[in-house]
Every structure is written in C-alpha cells, then in structure tokens.
C-alpha cells in the first residue's frame, strides 16, 4: 500500500486508548537485578550465569534479524538496550500511543527455563522485584507478571503465594517451551495457585526446554523458528485442552501471547475433529475442546495477521471471538504492531474500542 | 463431527466415477510376506532374532483406534485393516470406481535406526506392493517408500523403481531425522524431480525427538492433532531452505495433513518472509506463492465442521483451486457413508478435486491417463 | 510542484541520512556514497520512520547457499519489521508494484545558480553562491 493509503487508515479523531498486553523491560546488565539477589546468588550469576538446555548461555543460536530483536528506532540515547529506559518507553510508546495500562512481561535470560532450579527460582524472585521497584513504582501505567521457575512447582507456587495479594502483579508468566507439555500434571501446582488467587495464566512465547523446535528437529533458520512460534502455542493449546487442565480447575483463564491468530479456528476445529473420533481416550474431557477455549483462552493480537483481503481478517476475528483477542504491541521488539495501523480492515469505533481497550480491561479488571 | 448427508438414496458410483484417489493404506499382514524378497542373510536374521514377531504398530497409528480404521472397513478377526485387496476393492476401490488409486504404505521399515535394515524392508516392501497390489489391480498405482536417512540407500531405492511407471511418488514421513528442507535430503529431491516424481509427504513420525516443541504429549489424540502442526513445521523449512528455488520442477504432496492450518500458514510466512529475506535471499518469492506452483493437498481429513465452507475459504485464501487432491484415506476413519467430499462444489471445481489436479501433479498418471484415453 | 532547497551538500555524508519537512510532509534524503535520494519518511506498512532504519545494500540469491550483495547502501530497512525499500525508487523489494513510499526528484545544484532561480523556495536555507545545496521536487 502506498503512504497516501495509510494515511486514510489512520482514525480520523478518536483519541487512542490502549491497553498494550505485551511490553518487554529490559536490563542495562545483571547488576541491575543484584540488589534484589542474595550475596550467594549474585556469586553464582557473575560466575557461572545463565545456564539453558543450547549451546549459549544467553544468546539465541538463531540470531534475529535486529540486534536485540528489536525496533532499531528503539535505543535510548543514554545506552542501554531497547526497553531499559523508562523515559524512552514513555515518550516513544506510552505516551505516544495512549497506553493507559502496560503489561510487564520479561524474557531476559530465560528465568523460567534456568537448568539450576534454585538459581532459577532466586532469579525469578529477583526479577519479581525489580519489576515492581525499576518499573511500576515509577510508572502507574505499568502492571508487572510473575515470573515463576516453572520446572520447580513447590518453588513456583511458593512465588505465586507471595505476590498474590500484590496488586502491582496482574497475572503469571509461563513460558511455553517447557520439559513437558504444559497440561501435564506435574504443572497443576501452579495452575491451581493461579485459580485459587484468580490470577490468569500468561503463555508468551520463549523458554528453551531442549525439544526441537519442530518434530522432525531443528530449524537451520531464523524464518523457520520465528513461524514456529505458532505451532508451539498449538501444542500448549492442545496439552492444556486434552490433559483436562480446564476440567479440573474451571475459574483458570489463559492468555496466549504473540502466538499469532491465524491458526486458532483451524486448530480448534481439528481439535474437535478428532476428539470426536478418540474421546474415549481422553474421557475425563465432558465438553469439546472448541467449548474449553472459548471458555478459558484469550490471545493477543500481536503479530498481526495481515491476509491479502480485509474481509479475511474481519472473518478471521468472527471465527475467533472478538471477545478473545487482547491487544498488544510488543513493544520494543521488531515486529511491534502500532495501534493505529495493525489492523488491516475497517473496523467500527465500537470494534476498535474493544479490541483496543475494552476486552484487556474486562481480562484483568482494571482501569 | 463430519456433517454428512445420509446417503443411502445416491449413486456412490456416480459421484466419484473417474477419480484418483491419492491416499490409499495398504498393510502388511506380517513381515512373513517379505521373506521372498530378502536374501539369505536377511531371512536368517528375521529368523534368528525373530523380527517377524515384532509388532511394528506405528505409534502414530494404533491398529485399534478409532481413527486407524473405520468400524465398517474392518476385517474379520486379528486380521489388519487394509491388509486385503479384495476388501479395498470392495469398501472403495469398486464402490467408487476411481480411475487410479495411489498407495501409500505406512509399515515399521521406513523408521528402523538401522539404515541397512530399513533399506532391506523399505525394498522388500515397495517388491511386495508391486506383486500383491499393483499387479493384481491395474487402477493401483503406489509410492516408493525410501529410508530417508540415508539418502545414498533412499536414492539408490528410488532409481530401482524409476522403470515401473506404476511407482508414481515417494514416500516421506512428515516428521524424520532431519527438517525436510535439509541439504542432506536434496539427492532425494533431486531424483524425484528429475524422474517426475513428487515427493508425498505423509502424516506420521519416526519419533526421533517429542513430536512438539513442548514436549512429550500423554495421548494419542495430541499426538494426531499435531500432525497438521508437524506439517506447517516442514513446509517452512522446504520453503525457507529453497528445496523450490533448487529443484524448479519438484511437486510435493502433503497427505492427511487436515487442510485448514493452511490459510493461517500462508499469512504467517508471507509476512514473516517481507522482514526476514535476507537471511535466506532465495526464496525469491512470497510462499504462498511457492505453495501455489509447487505443493498440494490430499483432501482428507478435512479440519472443520462445516467442510464446503472450509473448501470454499481455502480456495479463496489461497486464490487456487488446483492445490487440491481427492482422497479417503482408506481405511482411516475421516468420513461416514460416502461423504468423502462434500456437496456443494460447483461442476468445475468438484472434476478438479476430483481427477484433474491429481493427473496436473502426477506426471506418471497423466501419462497412463493418455495412454488409456488413446486406447479406449 | 515546487523546488525547495532542503540541506546543503555537507550537511549530510555519505552514509548519512537527514530527515527535513516540506510542504507538511516528512522526507528523508540519503547520501549513497555521494548520490543524494529523497524518500517519503514514512513506512506504509504500520508507519515507522524509514530515516530511523539500517541503510543496507541489496541481497540476492542465484541459489541456496549463494549469498551476493551489491548496490551497497542503496536499500534502507524499515527499523521496525525490516522491510526493504529501494532508495532510488522507493519500491519495496517484496511487493514493488503495490509497497512502495514515494521518491521525490532530487538534484545537487551550485549556489550560483540557485541564486537566480525565482520559483525557488528556499525558507530554510539562505542561498550563498559558493555553496552546492539539495534541492528537491514536491
């Protein structure tokens, strides 16, 4: 499309009101998070570090295409990498995009996933911590997650138990690329503190378990692994729908992030399919898969699909629900979705209000 | 559930008269069958160590599930569904009259560890299919199953069949060793193109890693879901690997991968594709472009409760309807009664499903398909 | 359409990009190794600023595992999601025909001669005829 065309997409009057359920904070190094470590984890972090199921302690061994897989427009002129600074994630996002409210989720360096469970378990109360006092007690706009080890359940539902009452915490971080899938019982610890404080799960995207990405093994390519990132959110899916995780804990709410939306009526429809056909396998299920994720699944919106013909997305959000999509930009990583441009087909006021602001405010019971 | 019509008032015969189904399961009774065609060590070590007893079951088909077998197509007492020709000529082979029917056999050889042995089996089996099947019913037609793991010893299979033109495909498992764009495959690829094979890409695993990126589903019914996932997976590495932009007349075939993930695939690639292109400057075209010339689809199962419309959708998202190929997966429970495609296809687009877009993708078919046209 | 003078020569090196605003529109001019570009600034995409990019040069392929750039420093990626527009032509490389921004008509012109030229428009820049400036057409 031209520049002439995006510009008659951008709303003529309408004030923007978001709230962005995907903001990434970052770390200008590992010392930020020490006063929040004790002496003998700082110790073990400066001398033996991260420690994942690759071959890099920290880096990805499928390099982005942008340095910190981010925006390039993204660096605050006093260093540090994209989402370190507050001033810039006002000026350059929260302000300058209307967000009302923000969603901390940090990814750096895969806290969930660290080998060492008690290194892992210390990080993650660390990162609690720091999220609370380097962020949202400067910015009131800004909501932090709960990062838990997720291999450790005893530790895991002991950091749940401690934030819980913690209104700065709007929900749980998990990360999809776990030892097992995630519907497997050895999890439900976790599930069950998140339905006894009424605190929604959020699957986003990362993790490393030492599962290929795909099951016929591992992708040579970046282009491969970022599309993978669908699939395996399909796997999370089905794990926590045929496991019977929504049987067994029916107030759990689940918000799948930066799965992309493409794939969610076609999935859920094989879903049922084939249900249909094995369900005396899977007998502790009582309702069809489709039924369990309209019930207890939201995604968010980002990366936008953008399929060749505006109706297809207007058709596209029919299937999944309009109720079900949360929006989110991503912020400040490369494929960032702007909310004036992301969707790609003329929706209504109403529309655009709800997807904007009015199903994450329902979600998490805010503004 | 399949919305189906009762069909007890239409002339089955009627509908499919004519077509090419290209997904037929023929089964091996039990390794017994393949002793003929081993030499004598091979028959002394399936004696000695008694391999003829192993159960070689797929775990990506459990010969009792529901979805192995169809309640009607089942044969009487422990025999295996699909082992009989005469009950697939009964159940479809002759109820619906298809011109051509490919067969595609999922047997243990392909995913032995030991390259040799399943070398050895993938021979004996592709010598037996011949003999039992191909020779004993001129509809059939069938794919070469290779050990994909050594591409020497997969070749060297291929080029064994490339003079019987009832052969038509080969045969890959949709998760093996390696992603299927992999340079180790490409001598694969490359006999295929240049014999006019298309490779069919088949649901199934050989189970070398979790069959998801999160691990090791409990069921079964996971399992089975995550073939569609395991097929988007493989098409973006054939894709993001350049197997199109190397081998410029290679077809590939996904079979029984369920259809519908593709509309979400499509627009997932293209866009990551825009941002991503220079690490992988080959792919010189968006890949639902690349799709469009080069990859198509056995029709069932068809992922969706209402399957005209999910027909209808895909044919419009992927601006084709030529990507489509008629199939029953017999004896795979995915239809009821004759409800192998829906109602409600125009004339055009039903022949094309049907017949057309099979004989445009096999080069081996549409040869055959002359020859009997000339001679009729 | 108008002139409008919009940087002197050393205003920008090679390698360089400065974003200027003209007529209400945001531009971008790009010094490729002396050869001065004008490019809409804004990404149809989802509307980033295409002056915030990498300047990069333009990756072909004549099969996998061939990697060949030419025509260094005349492509710029988006900073968001990186795609790739030609500096001379403003096509994008993915979809020419429909992603495009506009390229504006540019031309490097002594001081001398500016000085003469009544149609000018040159509001930022008072005109020294020892000086070469960037003039553009919108």
């Known amino acids: 499309m031209s520049t002439l065309e995006l510009d008659r997409g951008r709303p003529a009057e309408a004030k923007l009101r978001v709230i962005d359920c995907d903001i990434h904070p970052a770390m200008n190094a590992w010392t930020e998070v020490h006063p929040y470590l004790a002496k003998k984890w700082i110790e073990h972090l400066t001398i033996y570090g991260s420690h994942l199921r690759h071959a890099f302690s920290e880096a990805l061994t499928h390099p982005r295409m942008s340095p910190d897989a981010a925006r390039v427009d993204a660096y605050p002129d006093e260093g540090g990498p994209p989402g370190s600074s507050l001033a810039l994630m006002r000026s350059q996002h929260l302000d300058a995009n209307g967000v009302a409210f923000g969603m901390l989720i940090p990814l750096r360096w895969n806290p969930g996933s660290q080998r060492n469970l008690d290194f892992g378990v210390a990080l993650t109360q660390a990162m609690n911590t720091w999220q609370v006092e380097r962020w949202v007690k400067n910015e009131p706009r800004l909501r932090a997650s709960i990062l838990i080890a997720q291999e450790d359940t005893v530790g895991s539902v002991a950091e749940i138990k401690a934030r819980a009452s913690d209104p700065n915490f709007t929900q749980i971080l998990l990360l999809p690329r776990t030892d097992e899938p995630l519907g497997r019982r050895r999890y439900w610890p976790i599930f069950e503190a998140a339905e006894r404080n009424n605190l929604p799960i959020a699957v986003h995207v990362g993790g490393t378990n030492g599962h290929p990405s795909t099951g016929g093994g591992w992708p040579s390519y970046y282009m491969e692994e970022h599309h993978a990132v669908a699939e395996t959110m399909q796997s999370v899916l089905s794990s926590l729908v045929f496991e019977g995780v929504f049987e067994r804990f029916p107030g759990l709410r689940v918000v799948i992030m930066e799965g992309g939306l493409g794939w969610i009526p076609s999935f859920s429809a094989r879903m049922d399919k084939h249900w249909s056909r094995l369900r005396s396998e899977v007998p502790h299920l009582k309702r069809s898969p489709s039924e369990y994720i309209r019930e207890h699944v939201w995604f968010t919106t980002q990366p936008m699909e953008e399929p060749g013909r505006a109706s297809q997305l207007i058709d596209l959000f029919d299937r999944i629900g309009w109720d079900r999509l949360l929006f989110s930009t991503d912020y400040p990583h490369w494929d960032f979705d702007d909310p004036r441009h992301a969707f790609k087909a003329p929706l209504s006021e109403a529309q655009r209000a709800q997807l904007l602001y009015g199903n994450a405010q329902a979600f998490y019971g805010i503004g | ?376 | 359409m108008a002139r409008h003078v919009v940087a002197t020569v050393d205003d920008i090196a090679p390698g360089q990009r400065k974003l200027v605003h003209v007529q209400g529109r945001d531009i971008g001019i790009f010094n490729v190794g002396g050869e001065f570009f004008a490019i809409a600034n804004r990404c149809p995409h989802e509307g980033a600023s295409l002056c915030k990019g990498r300047v990069v040069g333009l990756v072909e392929s004549s099969e996998p595992g061939s990697y060949q750039l030419s025509r260094p420093g005349e492509m710029v990626r988006c900073p968001w999601h990186g795609w790739e527009f030609d500096l001379r032509t403003g096509k994008s490389w993915c979809d020419p025909l429909r992603t495009k921004v506009r390229a504006f008509d540019l031309k490097v012109e002594e001081g001398a001669a500016l000085v003469e030229e009544t149609l000018l428009r040159a509001e930022t820049f008072p005109v020294s005829i020892e000086r070469q400036y960037v003039v553009i057409e919108v």
């Open chain 2, 1 to 376: 559930m399949v919305a189906g019509r009762p069909s007890a008032d239409i002339d089955h015969a009627a509908i499919y008269a004519g077509a090419i189904d290209c997904d037929l399961h023929p089964a091996l009774p039990g390794m017994q069958v393949l002793l003929p065609y081993l030499d004598d060590y091979w028959r002394e070590m399936v004696s000695v160590r008694a391999l003829d007893r192993l159960n070689l079951t797929l775990t990506s088909y459990p010969q009792n599930a529901p979805l192995s077998c169809r309640p009607d197509w089942k044969p009487e007492g422990t025999a295996k569904p699909g082992a009989s020709l005469e009950a697939m000529q009964s159940h479809v082979l002759d109820r619906y009259q298809p011109r051509f029917g490919i067969l595609n056999c999922l047997y243990g050889a392909q995913v032995m560890h030991s390259e040799d042995m399943a070398a050895v089996f993938c021979r004996a089996t592709n010598d037996w299919i011949r003999d039992e099947w191909l020779s004993r019913d001129p509809r059939l037609r069938a794919s070469i199953v290779i050990p994909a793991h050594n591409t020497e010893l997969a070749v060297a299979e291929i080029e064994r069949r490339a003079d019987d033109p009832r052969f038509v495909q080969v045969l890959m498992l949709v998760s093996g060793e390696v992603t299927l764009g992999r340079r180790q495959l490409w001598p694969i690829y490359q006999a295929a193109e240049r014999l006019g094979l298309p490779i069919g890409v088949h649901a199934g695993s050989a189970y070398r890693y979790a069959p998801t990126a999160v691990g090791w589903p409990s069921y079964y019914v996971e399992d089975y879901v995550a073939q569609s996932s395991a097929f988007e997976n493989q098409l973006q590495s054939l894709i993001s690997e350049g197997v199109f932009t190397k081998f410029p007349g290679l077809k590939l075939v996904a079979i029984e991968s369920g259809l519908t993930w593709l509309s979400g695939f499509i627009w997932r690639a293209d866009k990551t594709w825009k941002g991503v292109r220079a690490e992988v400057p080959w792919v010189t075209r968006a890949p639902s472009k690349i799709i469009r010339d080069h990859v198509r689809f056995t029709v069932q199962p068809i992922d969706a409760p209402d399957e005209l419309a999910a027909l209808m959708r895909l044919i419009e998202h992927l601006e084709s309807d030529e990507l489509f190929l008629f199939s029953t997966d017999y004896p795979h429970w995915q239809f009821d009664g004759d409800d192998a495609l829906p109602t409600g296809l125009s004339e055009t687009v039903r022949r094309k499903i049907l017949c057309g877009n099979a004989l445009a993708t096999y080069p081996r078919l549409a040869a055959a398909n002359s020859a009997m046209e000339v001679n009729a």
